[in-house]
């Protein structure tokens, strides 16, 4: 295997600009760009975002640009590698930061694209998913599958901020993105099915003959239970850390066909080195201190953090205090496409 490959630079002239005519190029001068050895060669870099310097940028945005104009008032983490304006934090996931003010409602709409809330601060706000009503309490995880209506509304009296994580750059990629505008939807007058059919871990409604499931049972995970079995986890588990994965009630499957979620607390004075992972990934700080360092940047984390990995990163991740964070992957798409992988570090 010959391990230089011709150069565009030593083709004639004439050849590339016949080439260009006839709308043909190269493989070869190309060929280690799109299939590198042994391992991918990433466009993303670690990212990190302070929240405390974020806050005022998106207040301002709240004074600027009313809901209405903005359709929804987000500030989206731009990846360092793709640099200034980004639409993306990873090759897969974006990421942004959205504020809904007392009184504010964001209009209805459906996309293809799948997004995920992960509550950072504020009360009083709850968004309406294909006619569910669901609170937002900090830390809860609440999923927009692809495909179902959702509007976002606020009853109380101060902001409230929430992190989205949307599989939007590969629809975007795939030509397959778009959004379809709808009136405000009619609630349906009960709790959401995460306090009703789904209140207790391994209990699911009792099958009716013939009677289907909801694709999507349950989008609400609510913080206060995703804490406690954390803390009960790291009291028996064999791992530095406790991890849990966010799955589908009635199939064990991951909550979303190209992202998964899991709840991760790291206890005071412990470290992390997990292996390396052909994910791309996203950290949020729910609470907690500490530093992770990725690929040989360390940043220094707190409360409503949020950082990025590229794929295959070198993640260690150390706590000064017990901290809880929520991971954003895109493993379940990796899967589904049959390449993910894990490789010791
Ligand atoms: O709340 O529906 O951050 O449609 C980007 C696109 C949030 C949303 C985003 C969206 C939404």
């Given at each position: 295997m010959g391990e230089t490959l011709g150069t565009l630079e030593e083709l004639p002239q004439e050849y590339r600009d016949a080439m260009t005519a006839a709308g043909v190029a190269p493989l070869w001068p190309m060929m280690r760009n799109v299939l590198p050895h042994d391992r991918p060669n990433p466009v993303t870099k670690p990212g990190y975002w302070n929240y405390q310097a974020l806050r005022p940028l998106l207040?301002?945005?709240?004074?600027?640009?009313?809901?209405?104009?903005?359709?929804?008032?987000?500030?989206?983490?731009?990846?360092?590698?793709?640099?200034?304006?980004?639409?993306?934090?990873?090759?897969?996931?974006?990421?942004?930061?959205?504020l809904l003010l007392p009184g504010e409602a964001a209009p209805a709409h459906v996309h293809t694209p799948s997004a995920v809330r992960i509550i950072v601060e504020g009360k009083g706000g709850y968004t309406v998913v294909d006619g569910e009503r669901l609170p937002m309490e900090e830390g809860d995880l609440v999923l927009t599958p692809g495909g179902d209506w959702h509007d976002h509304g606020h009853d109380g009296d101060e902001p409230v901020v929430w992190l989205d994580a949307l599989d939007l750059p590969l629809f975007y990629y795939l030509e397959g993105s778009y959004a379809v505008e709808g009136p405000l939807q009619a609630q349906r007058n009960r709790p959401d099915a995460g306090q009703v059919e789904?209140?207790?871990?391994g209990l699911v409604p009792s099958r009716k003959r013939g009677a289907g499931t909801r694709k999507y049972p349950m989008v609400r995970y609510p913080w206060t239970r995703t804490e406690a079995a954390l803390r009960e986890?790291?009291?028996?588990?064999?791992?530095?850390?406790?991890?849990?994965?966010?799955?589908?009630?009635?199939?064990?499957?991951?909550?979303?066909?190209?992202?998964?979620?899991?709840?991760?607390?790291i206890p005071a004075g412990t470290k992390a080195a997990p292996p390396l992972q052909s994910s791309s990934g996203a950290f949020h700080v729910v609470k907690g201190r500490g530093k992770t360092t990725i690929d040989g940047e360390t940043f220094d984390w707190g409360d409503k953090d949020t950082f990025t990995a590229p794929v295959f990163a070198k993640i260690t991740h150390e706590a000064e205090e017990d901290s809880f964070l929520i991971r954003v992957h895109d493993r379940p798409l990796q899967e589904k496409l049959g390449y993910y992988e894990e490789r010791a570090r």
């Open positions: 207040h301002r945005a709240g004074e600027l640009t009313p809901v209405e104009k903005a359709e929804r008032r987000v500030l989206v983490l731009s990846d360092p590698g793709r640099g200034a304006g980004a639409m993306q934090a990873t090759a897969s996931i974006y990421l942004g930061m959205q789904y209140l207790s871990s986890l790291i009291k028996y588990t064999d791992d530095t850390v406790a991890e849990l994965d966010f799955v589908n009630p009635e199939t064990g499957a991951d909550v979303l066909p190209t992202m998964g979620f899991t709840a991760m607390m």
